[in-house]
């Protein structure tokens, strides 16, 4: 059976826009009678006590999903294996650059659009061994450029460069994980915030390369504070537990009023509710 997901990594408390995504996961998954998956992206950046906090404040708003819940701390096993296969077919490389000089690559005047230059693809053995550094793991692609479908955005034609599969710490890049937990979840419809959007196309590509059906994305408008910045915690009083009237707040953003819970939005959803401009919040009213 098809499925949408809710994925935060457990790094602190949600804000009501991180909230108002997994409101509208759910509500896109329920509508369209998909199973809803959770799923714990806690690779790095744990907060002890996160999950639960996170967890106990979907399921205030009303969010229940099905199954056990996925963490990709336990699948660190499982990303290695697909590296493997990947790297077996000719599609891997080693890198030993550094973040500056991929920053100072990235923005050279004929780097495209900050894509990695490309700049360990052809290492010799020698030259590789000649290195003093961990070597990070990339894609080798075979495109430069790659489309997916979003029901928001239509037709989206993406960069796709040599990204990272692997970091040079061992721990597997987002990019990857999301993509195999995905497949292993039979997850075909993704919403999430449109700050992502342009690493679908990533997405998708690799998805493809490992035999999937790349998903169908929703790319919803961001939660932004009064200076058009990214909603975050420091902006104030903007988690659950600060806030008694999140769920008015959050139902209003959409458009929508009067409604009890979400199993009451449930019955008057449609994905034309989805605002097409950031919901601009201030933490100081109310």
């Known amino acids: 059976m098809p499925a949408g997901r809710f994925a935060p ?46 967890l106990d404040d979907l399921a205030a708003i009303g ?8 963490r990709q701390s336990e699948r660190r096993e499982i990303y290695d294996a697909t590296i493997r296969t990947l790297t077996a077919a000719g599609l891997t490389y080693e890198c030993f650059c550094t973040r500056r000089e991929i920053q100072q690559a990235a923005s050279a005047p004929h780097a495209p659009d900050g894509a990695y ?26 495109v430069t450029e790659f489309t997916i479908v979003d029901q928001l955005h239509g037709l989206f034609r993406g960069q796709v460069d ?33 700050d992502l959007l342009t690493s679908a196309p990533r997405q998708g590509y690799i998805a493809q390369l490992l035999g999937l059906t790349p998903a169908t994305y929703v790319h919803v408008p961001l939660a932004l504070n009064v200076e058009g910045k990214r909603l975050a915690k420091r902006d104030g009083a903007v988690t659950l537990r600060e806030r ?36 601009v919040f201030d933490p100081s009213i109310g």
């Open 63 to 70: 969010l229940d999903w099905d199954g056990p819940i996925m």
């Open 117 to 142: 230059p490309g700049t360990c693809r052809n290492l010799t053995a020698d030259q590789r061994a000649a290195k003093d550094r961990p070597p990070a793991i990339r894609l080798r692609s075979q």
């Open 162 to 194: 040599d990204f990272v599969l692997r970091r040079s710490d061992g721990v597997p890049a987002y990019n990857l994980a999301v993509v195999v937990d995905d497949g292993a979840q039979g997850v075909d419809q993704i919403v999430r915030g449109d």
């Open 244 to 279: 008694p009237d999140a769920w008015a707040l959050i139902t209003a953003s959409l458009g929508v009023q009067d409604v009890k819970n979400a199993e009451e939005l449930l019955e008057q959803w449609k994905p034309t509710l989805v605002p097409r401009e950031p919901w």
């Open 9 to 54: 990594s457990p790094s602190g408390d949600l804000h009501l826009g991180n909230l108002r995504t997994a409101l509208l996961a759910w509500l896109f998954a329920r509508s369209t009678e998909r199973r809803f998956l959770m799923r714990v992206e806690d690779l790095d950046r744990v907060k002890p006590g996160s999950e639960q906090r996170q």
